[in-house]
């Protein structure tokens, strides 16, 4: 083999290596991309997802009260009105709808007038004509009287008939009591005038206080009546308004237990609808009889917190409260959380409570149990969130949403 053959041998074949390098990325990209799907894959499988929980805020403890008796009622109005109109009729226009608030004397509703304007204006006429005839009367009284006098000249001068006086005298007379007589007919077509008006004036349906409309009962062109006709076809009402200042609550509480309650005693309510929105109040009255089919005692409840979530005959709980005497020592003092987020174990209460996305486990020190609700006198502050019913396999460190968010 020769020297050229030789280093031929040697020398680098760049245009030959070069494709290979150039192979070399695709698979290098290649893998990076399986390394990720596999890790993204593997994140998604051990990821846990998110559980939906409802939660409850702690609410501090009312100081010097305990609860000594819970009953279940019903928030009510004792002002409460179905207005109807005070004559039979058909309903030209109702102004009135649901929800809306009315003042004392506003219109609610119209009846057609027809008739009645038609009854006024007969009234009025026969007024008129009475008085028109009183006047006529009165003219010819006058004219009597004159005459009369003539008479009683002539006869003092013995220049006219006893036969003549005594019939100006006597004209005198009847027309007098004519007069009389018209002016009492006038009298009474006043009052038929003022009947007149009056039905008149019942065409127009007024609100009798002040409230807000709970019920429309009838549209126009009815025929609506204060008195049931016995049909299908008269209303006896066009609405029910009800005073929203005087809603207040009743209770049936079982007659073993009345004699825990008393006039005067402090109360807090929750409604069904808003079981963590505390409600002061106080019982108004004990009323003095008991149902013997149920054995229970109503007691009213006065609501010292007016608000617009209160509605009629909203489902409530009242617990009534006994308020600590000078001596009773210190009062319990802590939070209130609902019986369904405490979590017994192995002799230490606890609980679960919201941090961001994720629920911490904490141990609580618990007090008496208060209606529906629990103190705990160590382990939570006012204001924190804890779970309710918390779900099975629900721990530390899980991330959970609230019920109904996103």
Known sequence: MSEQDLLDQLRLDRDAREPRGGRRWPWLLGGIAVVLALGLGAYRLTARPAVAVEVATASPMVAGSTAVLDATGYVVARLQSTVSSKISGRLAEVLI?????VESGQVLARLDAADAEAQLGLAQARLTAARAELEQLEVQLDQARRTLDRQQTLSTRKLTSQES????????????AQIAAKTRQAQVEEAQ???????????VVRAPFTGVVVTKAAQPGEIVSPMSAGGGFT???????????????????????????RPGQPVRAALDAYPDWPIPGAVIAIVPTADRSKATVKVRIAIHAK???????????????????????????????PLDAILDGEGQARVLVLQGEQVREQAVTLGETIGEQRLVTQGLTAGEQVVRAPPAGLREGARVVLRGGS
């Open 307 to 337: 608000d617009p979530r209160l509605l009629p005959e909203m489902g409530a709980r009242v617990s009534f409260l006994k308020e600590a005497t000078a001596d009773a020592g210190q009062p319990a003092s802590g939070v209130l959380i």
């Open 97 to 101: 709808e649901e929800g809306d608030r």
């Open 235 to 261: 209303r006896t009402g066009i609405g029910t308004i009800v005073d929203m200042d005087s809603l207040e609550i009743e209770v049936d509480v079982n007659e073993s237990f009345i004699n825990r309650v």
């Open 193 to 203: 005038l003022r009947v007149a008006q009056v039905n008149l004036d019942n065409t």
């Open 165 to 176: 006086l005594e019939n100006a005298r006597t004209q005198v007379d009847s027309l007098s």
